[in-house]
């Protein structure tokens, strides 16, 4: 399983950004998909998580601003970034767990300014 993460960028805080991440390779149906995140010199930390069946979880810190949705026909996760704050700044990271197995994509960079 390949997970590729896509749009990450430079932002300025109250800005938005969409991350897309697709999932390849020889897979019938990918089950929790989600986002982490990870500054230097830290520990990763979760983003959100939705669930194949659409149910979904968030950080306490991204509650009511991020979104996050999935398309299982393209076995694709998305984190909708809205009212962005400089301490998002870090590299996001997808994630996918498929038989029993969480596979990580290469992540992507998140830059908000003040």
């Known amino acids: 399983v390949q997970l590729q993460a896509s749009g990450g960028g430079l932002v300025q805080a109250g800005g938005s950004l969409r991350l897309s991440c697709a999932a390849s390779?020889?897979?019938?149906?990918?089950?929790?998909m989600g986002w982490y995140r990870q500054a230097p010199g830290k520990q990763r930390e979760l983003v959100a998580t939705?669930?194949?069946?659409?149910?979904?979880n968030y950080a306490d810190s991204v509650k009511g601003r991020f979104t996050i949705s999935r398309d299982n026909t393209k076995n694709t996760v998305y984190l909708q970034m809205n009212s962005l704050k400089p301490e998002d700044t870090d590299v996001y990271y997808c994630?996918?767990?498929?038989?029993?197995?969480?596979?990580w994509g290469q992540g992507t960079q998140v830059t908000v300014s003040s």
């Open positions: 390779g020889r897979i019938f149906s990918i089950n929790t």
């Open positions: 939705i669930t194949r069946g659409g149910s979904t």
């Open positions: 994630t996918g767990n498929y038989m029993g197995s969480a596979y």
